[in-house]
């Protein structure tokens, strides 16, 4: 089992002072939803940020768009005191090995916005670096939005390595450039941001909710309703309830329910989701804990992504998926949404 910080702490504005990070030179290594947002924010914050992707493709033309002048990974780093890492999981290993690490020097600060391949050890820096991590717990999108408000989204903390006893202050400034110490800086560890992080996704937000409305979709079309009908109780109206428990936890749930429903969730819920549940939520994690997911995903990607990519068509082969494409076509909100994202 993994080890909480041994002094969990929230920051705040207060606590961090900016001045440690200005002036060094700070190279995003990827232009994504993160990397995006967080390059603006250290930007408008006073930050000299330098983008580095691959010449001529979709992130190279947004951080262009976005006013940036953008380099090849090997120009963004060299001269660079602090190194971002915002490039998929399975391409920062290689990327670190093939550009960072020859170009490393002591004091140098790497930046994660997740623990993985520190934590499972695709990367090892020098003993003269540090290294720490700045995760917000927000889409990209939402990161950027509320800093342009005026605002921050919470985000995680943690130092793996402070060969300069600087690590965590510059972190911390990172995180008030990006605007999330006026949301909160929560202190954690390399491994219980990973961890805990991975779990979210297979166990709950993703794999979990996923599978158990396709799960509710069979069943009700199984017994003869109405695909459609299945599509709005199971999935639609997800979003009603999330956006509560969002807002306020069960209680703000509970509040906006009716007594019926609330009834139905507290004697049917614990029918569904039981201590069987639980003990393969727990057997998940002990994957997670142990490495062996992390193991079985860096082989499946150096592989090709052969099994990824059969139970991903399979996923969005499910029966679901075309009979939610014709609802949300005829719903005029979600088309203008969509139409602006484009």
């Known amino acids: ?139 990209g999108a939402l990161v950027r939005s509320q800093y342009e408000e005026g605002r921050g989204v919470p985000c995680l903390i943690a130092v793996h390595q402070d060969a300069t006893g600087t690590a965590e202050q510059r972190a911390l400034a990172w995180a008030w450039g990006i605007g999330s110490a006026r949301a909160g800086v929560l202190k954690t560890t390399f491994a219980e941001e990973t961890e805990t992080d991975l779990f979210g996704e297979q166990a709950v937000l993703c794999g979990g909710a996923t599978e158990l409305i396709a799960a509710g979709f069979e069943t009700l079309t199984e017994a003869g309703y109405q695909p459609e009908l299945a599509y709005f109780e199971v999935l639609h109206e997800l979003k009603l309830i999330v956006d509560l428990l969002y807002e306020g936890g069960f209680a703000r749930m509970h509040e906006f329910i009716s007594d019926t429903a609330m009834w139905g969730d507290l004697t049917s819920g614990p029918r569904v989701i039981d201590a069987g549940t639980k003990a393969r939520m727990k057997e998940v994690l002990g994957d997670i804990q142990s490495g062996k997911f992390a193991r079985e995903w860096i082989a499946e990607s150096g592989s090709g992504k052969p099994r990824f990519n059969e139970l991903l068509e399979k996923d969005l082969a499910h029966p679901i998926e075309k009979v939610g494409q014709s609802l949300r076509a005829r719903m005029s909100w979600l088309q203008a949404k969509t139409d602006k994202a484009a």
Do not use: C, W
């Open 1 to 139: 089992m993994s080890s909480n910080p041994t002094t969990p702490r929230l920051y705040g504005e207060q606590d961090v002072n900016p001045d440690i990070l200005r002036g060094q030179p700070i190279a995003f290594l990827g232009y994504g939803s993160q990397g995006r947002a967080q390059a603006l924010n250290l930007r408008d914050s006073g930050f000299d940020v330098r983008i580095g992707v691959r010449p001529g493709g979709k992130s190279a033309k947004q951080a262009e768009a976005d006013g940036f002048q953008t380099r090849s990974f090997d120009e963004a780093v060299k001269g660079a005191r602090v190194i971002g890492f915002f490039m998929p999981d399975t391409e920062q290993a290689r990327v670190y090995r093939e550009v960072v690490e020859p170009m490393l020097s002591d004091g140098q600060l790497l930046m994660f916005a997740h623990g993985f391949n520190v934590h499972y050890d695709q990367i090892k820096p020098p003993a003269g670096v540090d290294v720490a991590l700045v995760a917000p717990k927000s889409p």
